[in-house]
DNA sequence: CTGAAAGCGCTTACAG
DNA sequence: CTGAAAGCGCTTACAG
């Protein structure tokens, strides 16, 4: 790249001292400048297309204006969503965003702060890993400013944006109830996430409420890494089962999206044989035949809240925030009542 | 936030000069340095939990190690998924990305390439917006290292990394003739993006040696900013015509997930009423009943490669690199041989 | 083997 | 109304 110009470029070329350029440019004493050669040197600036090095500014003010953002795989829908929520709230607010991805790796995650962290930027935000409730510890304690986004440790007291993951998936599961649904079963991830554990507890409150079997019969687990093949294996074992189940909530959208896949292979008729709910949405729920029910997670609000209370943070560490937002069921034919099939 | 420690607490707690502390953490002139003082600055290093300040380092050697990253919409799928591999290349290569959404507006995307100037990127990858050709030629002509991807424009001696578009649509339009269909139509943009032309021409191009009907009476276009709408105006169109289509090829993911949405409601049956091939893979064709042929592009290879051509061109600005790669069909039974029905 | 010094591009009290 | 100077945290020729 050409050497770019400067504030001493342009006090050069004027005869002034970088000083007076940096007052102008920056908007500062104008009651007490020269219009005159206020005017130039805005003139001359522009002339040289001259851009302010943020890095020098940066340097001085200890500030970047760069949020860190950590996902655990932007590639994911919903996080790719929600990053594009967060960079438009973020540039709104005068800030940019570095990102990066965990993969649900608290090594990676580790590694991850610790460059951006070099990078100085101004704060976090993050979707924690499993396992990286140490790390985020260590955040705190340098006083690092962050906030968690989408899932939290309950034993943390740091901010966080998250949804009522119990109240979602109650009604959900509920919902099924009410449509006359009487083997309901939930596949979920293998993991001791607090979120999604919530998740398994309002399906499981739900079906106590509604005077059902909480034996776990009708639950499944699946581990992350071999998500295609579990999943199949747990369909097969809740429809394979003496009482085989009439309905399915998923806990997740890529529990979803691989189980429709599946269910879809399998010919299986949604909802006369097998009534739906999913967490999270996907337009790829579109192209299946039978429009599917989910829980909708209000991820605008989720990101924009996230920068509004990082921000916050930054400005004024002291306060902490916890908000719990309500997911919505989008009710569709997937789940429709059992009696009018 | 807390101070945080510089090289010049090191250098005061241990009474050495700061240039010491630099070389010694830099592992830079070793072999003339003595190893109890090295070994004594890398342990209170270590002890005090010392960061270096990439800011200042950056301030000194104008470089940020840094890449900015502009494409259309982070949330597109296929977007997300090339930021997640330009994320994971650049991290090797010891780059982060600072990444915005240009909308396909050359106004953001001019506002966004100023902004991340200032913050002193060390490069572009830039999925270009139609109409931004100006300010990629003032990007070029202010020496800054930059490559285009999955878009570019053939006026522009720029670098860029692309598919043959042209091939990849012919290939697929042929693939349909092959196999039988008759009347083979076409949704595309509405755009005078090269690469979104090249399809169109890629189409007419196998249909004009396959002998058929080259008026472009099985042709349409639609405005991305009513892209629900138009696309079932348009998929109407084509079924309602006196001949009445009985293939149909989607320019690009979007306009497949929204018109397979739709000719799912229509309960059209695929292949039996009308074959498809969709451009650019997308998870969310596995829940449609049909499995769908699709255009894949290689997005690891066209991610990597910006990056490695970016890279290079950061060293020595003066090669110019035009990759094109190809893009393969991968076919499935939603354009088997129309006689096998 | 090590330190003093200049400099990267900016900001900002201070002096005049 | 304006400039000289110090400083942000680092690097790096240069001198000794």
Redesign the pocket.
């Known amino acids: 790249m050409k050497?770019?110009?400067?504030?001493?470029?342009?006090?050069q070329q004027l005869?002034?001292?970088?000083?007076?350029?940096?007052?102008v440019?920056?908007d500062?004493?104008t009651?007490?400048?020269?219009?005159?050669?206020?005017e130039k040197i805005k003139q001359l600036a522009e002339e040289l297309n001259?851009?302010?090095?943020?890095?020098?500014?940066?340097?001085?003010?200890?500030r970047t204006n760069t949020i860190g953002l950590i996902l655990a795989d932007i590639s994911n829908p919903f996080s790719a969503h929600l990053a594009r929520i967060i960079e438009d709230e973020a540039k709104k607010n005068k800030y940019s965003v570095i990102f990066g991805s965990a993969d649900e790796n608290p090594k990676k995650s580790q590694d991850l702060i610790n460059l951006l962290l070099s990078r100085q930027v101004d704060g976090f935000i993050i979707a924690p890993a499993e396992g990286s409730e140490k790390q985020l510890l260590l955040l705190q304690k340098q006083d690092v400013p962050f906030v968690l986004i989408d899932r939290y440790f309950p034993g943390l007291n740091v901010n966080h944006i998250a949804i009522d993951n119990y109240k979602a998936a109650y009604d959900a599961v509920a919902h099924l109830i009410r449509n006359g649904y009487q083997e309901i079963g939930m596949i979920n991830f293998k993991t001791t996430l607090f979120h999604l554990e919530e998740r398994v507890r309002g399906y499981n409150e739900a079906l106590k409420d509604g005077n059902m079997d909480v034996s776990g019969a009708n639950f499944r687990e699946v581990n992350e890494k071999y998500i295609t093949e579990e999943v199949k294996q747990r369909i097969d074992e809740l429809l394979g089962k003496t009482t085989a189940i009439d309905a399915l909530f998923f806990g997740s959208n890529n529990l979803a999206i691989e189980g429709m896949a599946y269910i879809q292979s399998l010919k299986i008729k949604v909802p006369e044989e097998l009534a739906i709910v999913c967490f999270d949405e996907a337009n790829a729920y579109n192209l299946f035949y039978c429009p599917l029910t989910y829980v909708r997670q209000p991820l605008l609000q989720i990101g924009q809240k996230a920068v509004e209370v990082l921000l916050a943070s930054i400005k004024a560490p002291e306060a902490l925030e916890h908000v719990i937002l309500n997911a919505e069921l989008v009710v569709n034919e997937s789940s429709i009542p059992r009696k009018q099939r």
């Open positions: 050497k770019k110009v400067s504030m001493k470029d342009i006090a005869g002034v001292s970088t000083a007076l350029v940096s007052y440019l920056n500062q004493l009651d007490r400048i020269n219009k005159d050669t206020a001259y851009r302010p090095n943020h890095i020098a500014k940066s340097l001085k003010s200890n």
